[in-house]
């Protein structure tokens, strides 16, 4: 084998390894809703719509809160 060889199998197995590590870490993690796609956010104006669930605030549709549940 190669040393160019052995760099790329060096390089596989650190990819593949954090990538395992990656999915330990994101499993735990919790989806983010963004406003646009949340079921308590009504389209009032062409870039600003309100949350039915906070007060009928008003919020970008790529604004996001810890509520959000998606559509």
Request: charged residues 40%; proline residues 1%; hydrophobic residues 30%.
């Amino acid at each position: 084998m190669s040393d160019r060889e052995k760099v790329i199998n060096d390089l596989q197995m650190q990819i593949e390894e954090l990538e395992e590590r990656l999915a330990i870490v994101l499993e735990g993690q919790t989806e983010v809703v963004r406003c646009k796609d949340c079921k308590w956010y009504h389209q009032a104006f062409e870039n600003e719509g309100r949350c039915v669930n906070h007060d009928n605030d008003f919020h970008k549709p790529d604004w996001f809160c810890a509520d959000g549940e998606r559509k």
